[in-house]
Every structure is written in C-alpha cells, then in structure tokens.
C-alpha cells in the first residue's frame, strides 16, 4: 500500500504541547490528518507546522464527530485505508508499520490491543465485545480501516460510539478483524475524556446501544429515502 494511500487521523482537543512529535513520528507512515476539534492552544497550527493536513472546527464537537470529519478528509484525498491514533503521545507512532502491514494482507479492520484498561465501564465493554466478536479493547483509539468498511456503513459514528460503531459493524458482518497489541506511554498533559463517572456513563451508553439490533441508513439510502 503506497503511503499517500494511508491517512492517518488524529484526533485533537487542546494537544499543542504533545502533537509535533506526533504527527513527526507518524509522516513517515502516509498522510497525517489532524482534527482540531475546537482547540484553544494552538493545536491545528502547530500540526500545519509539523506537516499534517488540518481540519478544523470553530467548536468543540467531540472525539466521534472529530474522528467522522478525519474520515471525511481521508475518502476527499482518496486513500484506501485509515489509521487512526490519538494525540496525546500515548500510542508509538512506530506502531502504524504493523497496522498498515495488516491492512495490506487483508484485514478489514485493525484493532489495537491496550496493556491497561484504567475504568471499570471499559473493562465490562471489552468482556462483551470479547465474548460476542472476540475484540479484546474495543475503546483504544488506535485502530486501522479498509476505507471500503466506513463506505459500505456510509458515516463513522452515529450514536456517540466512543470510536465503536464502525469496527463493531464489521465484525457483525463477519469482515476479517485482526488485533495487535498497543502498549500506552504516560500521555502528556491532563487527561481529556472526563472525570472518572461521566466518563463510565459515557462508556456504558456507548455499550448499551452497541447491542440494540439496529442498523443505521447508509449516506446513499438517506439521501434516496
């Protein structure tokens, strides 16, 4: 897979201290895409500085609407396949060589595998996720795609999935998933998912509609409807 085929999104709130040396560590892997979800700091103009593609919004949406407008800019610039990491140091740029190698030999979807779950909400997602799919750590945020699966769903979130949705859809359609283990680094600055119970509210709400047996509209079937 030639590297102007990969984009690699990178999801951003607040990240100017950490998010050079990201996006430096990952160029080398395919075309950087970094969403500025409404930052304060001067993230997205310190990733045009270190190379990346930036896409910007004037408010913060969340991590699932940030993660949807990378994706957005990635079918724009045609690539074939998507990783994605977070911005916040924890994930080892180096990483995306076995990511993209597994894209390349016929994984559909590349899910990372963290050495640590820190909430109990996690931990109770990955049981389900494990005993239905056989996904280990549904919620890291280091994954990779085929860009057909998000074409074939038409969107990447649309229920606040926590960065779920589309690797759960292809697993349900029996498409090819291979795990790769993530070990996470201290990240640099304060954590930005919340305080300890919203954060598990937000997790358990992301689990419980991951189990309701409905499928969304596809872009082109809303469009037709």
């Known amino acids: 897979m030639a590297r102007s085929g ?3 999104i990178i999801p951003a709130l607040n990240e100017a201290q950490s998010i050079a040396k990201v996006v430096e560590g990952a160029r080398q892997f395919g075309t950087v895409i970094v969403v500025d979800d409404g930052s304060s700091d001067g993230t997205g103009a310190v990733a045009a500085a270190a190379g990346a593609e930036v896409v910007r919004h004037p408010l913060n949406l969340g991590y699932d609407a940030a993660l949807g407008s ?7 610039l045609s690539c074939d396949a ?27 979807v590349v899910a990372g595998v963290r050495d640590r779950c820190q909430r109990i909400a996690e931990r109770l997602f990955a049981w389900v996720t494990r005993i239905r799919w056989g996904i280990h750590d549904p919620l890291c945020g280091m994954k990779g795609y085929q860009m057909a699966v998000y074409r074939e769903l ?15 859809f292809a697993a349900r359609r029996g498409m090819r998933l291979v795990e790769i283990p ?33 499928r969304p509209l596809s872009r082109s079937c809303a469009r037709s409807a």
Not at 200 to 214: F, G, V
Request: net charge positive.
């Open 70 to 76: 990378g994706f957005e800019r990635a079918a724009a």
């Open 182 to 214: 993530v070990r996470t680094r201290e990240r640099v600055g304060a954590p930005r998912f919340g305080r300890r119970l919203s954060a598990n509210w937000r997790i358990l709400r992301a689990l419980i509609l991951s189990q309701i047996p409905w």
């Open 6 to 8: 990969v984009g690699i």
């Open 154 to 168: 038409g969107h990447f979130d649309s229920y606040g999935s926590i960065g779920t949705e589309l690797a759960l």
């Open 82 to 108: 998507v990783v994605t990491l977070d911005a916040d140091g924890q994930h080892d740029p180096q990483l995306l060589a076995q990511f993209i190698a597994a894209l390349e030999t016929g994984a559909s």
